[in-house]
């Protein structure tokens, strides 16, 4: 892992066109979530480039195509959508399937705007990837964690901060201690709806996502 976080690895790759900031094995990880979920919705905080929607909105065309929800959508958040970001991402075939919000994850304003988006849609996958900082991730842990209901999941990337050396990130306000692996742990000692999902994880060797995975038990 340090070896691939030193060649940015994460950065190496594609979707459809688009950079996708994911090691591909998560991606595949993800895949069989959402194949298995089959969401109405999968909401993202974190948009970046936009592979992650784009990748997200194809493998819900991909359900529809085999009898899946035929309407599925993907709502992506970000607290900045750079212009040349959002031009290329609207201008995506798979587009048809994506909304996007400009504003912070952690904002009740903003957080009011997705629960009213998700309304009354069974079936919610929700994907934290935005700020890594424990005190951000807990917050978006609290505010959007009721949207997944039993069988679908909640996903929090980039817990691997907790495992990598102390000086990994000098010029981020996170690092050990101070992460999302630390505020899913805290999220879970207080929260009995969501577990750990050990059979993705077990069979995932390189992920940056270890303790990320979380299985919603019940509504």
Same mark, same amino acid.
């Given at each position: 892992?340090?070896?691939?976080?030193?060649?940015?690895?994460?950065?190496?790759?594609?979707?459809?066109?688009r950079?996708?900031?994911q090691?591909?094995?998560?991606?595949?990880?993800?895949?069989?979530?959402?194949?298995?979920?089959?969401?109405?919705?999968?909401?993202?905080?974190g948009?970046?480039?936009?592979?992650?929607?784009?990748?997200?909105?194809?493998?819900?065309?991909?359900?529809?195509?085999?009898?899946?929800?035929?309407?599925?959508?993907?709502?992506?958040?970000?607290?900045?959508?750079?212009?040349h970001?959002?031009?290329? %991402? /609207?201008?995506? =075939?798979?587009?048809?399937?994506?909304?996007?919000?400009? $504003?912070?994850?952690?904002?009740?304003?903003? +957080?009011?705007?997705?629960?009213?988006?998700?309304?009354?849609?069974?079936?919610?996958?929700?994907i934290?990837?935005?700020?890594?900082?424990?005190?951000?991730?807990?917050?978006?842990?609290?505010?959007?964690?009721?949207?997944?209901?039993?069988?679908?999941?909640?996903?929090v990337?980039?817990?691997? %901060? /907790?495992?990598? =050396?102390?000086?990994?990130?000098?010029?981020r306000?996170? $690092?050990?201690?101070?992460?999302?692996?630390? +505020?899913?742990w805290?999220?879970?000692?207080?929260?009995?709806?969501?577990?750990?999902?050990?059979?993705?994880?077990?069979?995932?060797?390189?992920?940056?996502?270890?303790?990320?995975?979380?299985?919603?038990?019940?509504?």
């Amino acid at each position: 892992m340090d070896r691939a976080n030193a060649r940015k690895y994460s950065y190496h790759f594609e979707w459809l066109g688009r950079p996708v900031i994911q090691y591909p094995q998560d991606m595949i990880a993800l895949q069989e979530i959402i194949w298995a979920v089959q969401p109405d919705l999968i909401f993202e905080t974190g948009i970046a480039h936009g592979g992650s929607l784009i990748f997200s909105a194809s493998m819900l065309e991909l359900n529809a195509a085999c009898g899946g929800p035929p309407n599925a959508e993907v709502l992506g958040l970000d607290i900045d959508i750079r212009a040349h970001n959002r031009e290329e %991402i /609207e201008k995506h =075939p798979m587009f048809k399937r994506i909304t996007m919000i400009e $504003g912070s994850s952690i904002d009740d304003r903003v +957080a009011a705007r997705v629960h009213e988006f998700a309304g009354n849609m069974k079936r919610v996958l929700v994907i934290l990837d935005s700020n890594h900082t424990h005190a951000h991730v807990m917050r978006e842990l609290e505010l959007y964690s009721s949207l997944v209901k039993a069988g679908s999941y909640l996903i929090v990337f980039d817990t691997v %901060i /907790e495992d990598m =050396p102390e000086d990994a990130f000098p010029d981020r306000p996170w $690092g050990k201690g101070d992460n999302p692996k630390t +505020a899913v742990w805290e999220f879970l000692r207080a929260n009995d709806r969501f577990e750990i999902d050990r059979e993705i994880q077990d069979k995932l060797l390189l992920t940056v996502a270890p303790d990320g995975f979380l299985k919603c038990l019940k509504d």
